[in-house]
């Protein structure tokens, strides 16, 4: 287990090394999905800025869940409902959305505004499960940008009734 583990940490760690290179959000390209690269997509392009006065918390705008379908769907409804718990401080509902094994212990400070661009989704195939992992940038409140890769775990012990749910957030 705790082997398991390593390797997968393992993994994640060159994931994050190999993309801080990544490119700026200006040389973004319109949304394909594809399960083998990690070429980041703009999310809402069309979307004007808003602003309100900075007491006012403002709604998040959500990933548009009809350009997905299958596994990807089922991930991006994890990143929906992710932004919809940080936004309503419902910390029950945020946790249940991660994987016992998680390092997540509890909800951050922070409210997800949108999620600005998104990587491709990669899956790949493990012993006992499927392994999601995307590249997303999210605009928190206060305008702030921040870089994360998810993680997603479909255990296939599970067979049928498997559902994915988040093993992290780097």
């Known amino acids: 287990m705790i082997r398991k583990l390593a390797f997968i940490l393992g993994v994640m760690l060159l994931f994050v090394t190999a993309c801080q290179s990544k490119t700026e959000p200006e040389d973004t390209q319109k949304p394909d999905v594809s399960l083998s690269t990690n070429d980041e997509l703009p999310v809402d392009e069309d979307e004007p800025a808003v602003s309100t006065p900075q007491d006012e918390v403002v709604p998040p705008e959500y990933v548009d869940e009809s350009k997905y379908s299958g596994d990807e769907l089922e991930m991006v409804k994890l990143m929906n409902a992710r932004m919809r718990y940080l936004y309503e401080k419902d910390e029950k509902g945020y946790m249940s959305l991660f994987a016992p094994e998680s390092p997540i212990s509890g909800m951050p400070s922070y409210t997800v ?3 600005i661009s998104m990587g491709d989704i990669t ?12 590249i997303i940038t999210e605009l928190e409140e206060g305008n702030i940008e ?3 890769t998810m993680v997603f775990w479909k255990k296939k012990a599970d067979g049928d009734a498997a559902k994915w749910i988040i093993a992290d957030i780097d």
């Open 123 to 134: 899956i790949t195939e493990q012993k006992k499960l499927y392994q999601g992992f995307v």
């Open 146 to 148: 921040s870089s994360p």
């Open 113 to 115: 505004r949108k999620i």
